[in-house]
């Protein structure tokens, strides 16, 4: 299909081709072994200015957006849907200091997450505030020029790796989700520690640990957005994000298919490829119909969010028909190549525990349906009016 790439935007999709196969693909099975987060990548991402690729240009950026980030997470994807993180969660730290940040701020850490030399990460969950995002405890109290924070989030990507953290957390909790705020936190401060490495079933090259936060003091004007923001800086850097996972979730089914195909033209059963047979033939068409199916819906989500023509809803259509889409075709493709797809030694099944997440993080796919529920009905009354 072709998706009229500008010359600019073919360059960024080859370039994190050619990484996600010389650098991605063969450390990949390695990093999920052993859980290593593969700081090379990125150093070699931020090399190639593919951390620029969504930075607006006057902060040392490409100028691109959610579409140039979406091509970049597909490509590595293909290769390592755990590796991608360490790049997708930067995405997620900086969307919200593009958004809500003054040119301060702006000023400060852009240009330096621009040229991937600090990455970020995004800090909302926790353990009582997982679909209920506005049911944050962690809370963060004016003492002079600086805001304490205390409290802990839980299942933070890039958590210990990242240099700058965006964390949530309630300024009044009278005041419920309006009385929750945004802060950056640089890693370095007195007070900010990490848990444990979390054991994951799937996309193991990312790091999730637990972000602490005791007594950690950090300055007034580490402030996003003004007080009680916090909720719908949360909600639109999510809606800005879940394309991303949608990427993600689409290269990991492409890779899949492509292993499912050199699979099924090789193998010989009754004396000829699998692939001649027609019960094959018609799993392969329908992986890749689907698969076609959610880049097209990823695609043009991000070109709308760019262009300011999109809301949360498709976001979370793109999200959840990616991802969904993405375990049926990782397990199609594990049920193509029979035990070899179902053994350890071939990389099949790690591509459906890769896939597994997508489903889950940045609101499971049941809280997607709901805010396209919300949105539909809300157009529906909003027409008749
Ligand atoms: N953009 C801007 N504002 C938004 C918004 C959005 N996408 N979504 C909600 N808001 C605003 C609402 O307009 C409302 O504002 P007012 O108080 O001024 O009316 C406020 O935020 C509260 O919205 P709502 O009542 O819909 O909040 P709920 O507590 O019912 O939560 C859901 C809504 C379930 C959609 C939200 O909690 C959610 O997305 N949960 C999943 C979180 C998630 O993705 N977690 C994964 C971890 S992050 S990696």
């Not at 953290?165 to 009278?174: G, Q």
């Not at 990389?347 to 609101?363: C, F, H, M, S």
Request: contains cysteine; glycine residues 10%; proline residues 2%.
């Amino acid at each position: 299909m072709d998706y009229f790439l500008t010359e600019e935007q073919q360059m960024i999709k080859d370039l994190a081709r050619q990484i996600a196969e010389e650098k991605v693909a063969p450390i990949a099975a390695e990093c999920d072994e052993t859980g290593r987060f593969p700081r090379e990548v990125f150093q070699t991402m931020g090399k190639a200015d593919l951390f620029r690729v969504f930075v607006p240009e006057e902060y040392g950026g490409l100028g691109g957006g959610v579409f140039e980030l979406c091509l970049v997470i597909e490509e590595i994807s293909r290769a390592c849907g755990g590796t991608v993180l360490g790049y997708a969660a930067t995405g997620l730290g900086v969307f919200p200091i593009i958004l809500y940040g003054n040119a301060e701020q702006k000023e400060k850490y852009l240009p330096r997450l621009a040229d991937g030399e600090i990455i970020g990460a995004f800090a909302l969950t926790e353990a009582e505030a997982g679909s209920d995002a506005g049911n944050v405890q962690a809370k963060a109290e004016l003492d002079g020029d600086e805001y304490v924070l205390n409290g802990t989030k839980q299942w933070i990507t890039n958590a210990g790796e990242a240099d700058l953290y965006v964390v949530i957390a309630t300024t009044d909790r009278k005041k419920g989700v309006r009385g929750l705020s945004a802060f950056i936190v640089e890693k370095d401060t007195p007070g900010l520690s990490f848990g444990k490495e979390e054991d994951k079933m799937g996309v193991r090259a990312s790091a999730t640990r637990e972000v602490i936060l005791q007594d950690c003091r950090i300055p007034k004007e580490n402030l996003l957005g003004g007080e009680g923001k916090g909720f719908r800086i949360a909600m639109r850097t999510l809606d800005m994000a879940r394309p991303g996972v949608g990427a993600q979730a689409v290269g990991i089914a492409q890779g899949a298919l492509e292993m499912a195909l050199q699979y099924a033209r090789e193998r010989v059963q009754f004396g000829k490829a699998i692939s001649s047979f027609q019960g094959v033939q018609f799993m392969l068409a329908d992986m890749a119909t689907q698969i076609e199916a959610a880049r097209a819906l990823v695609y043009a989500t991000a070109r709308a969010l760019d262009s300011g023509r999109a809301s949360g809803k498709e976001s979370a259509m793109a999200k959840l028909f990616a991802s969904d889409m993405a375990m049926q075709v990782t397990s199609d493709a594990i049920q193509i190549m029979g035990g070899y797809g179902y053994m350890r030694e071939y990389p099949a099944e790690k591509r459906l525990r890769d896939a597994k997440v997508t489903q889950i993080y940045e609101g499971t796919n049941q809280i997607q349906r709901l805010v396209i529920a919300n949105h539909l009905l809300k157009e529906w009354a909003a027409e008749r009016k």
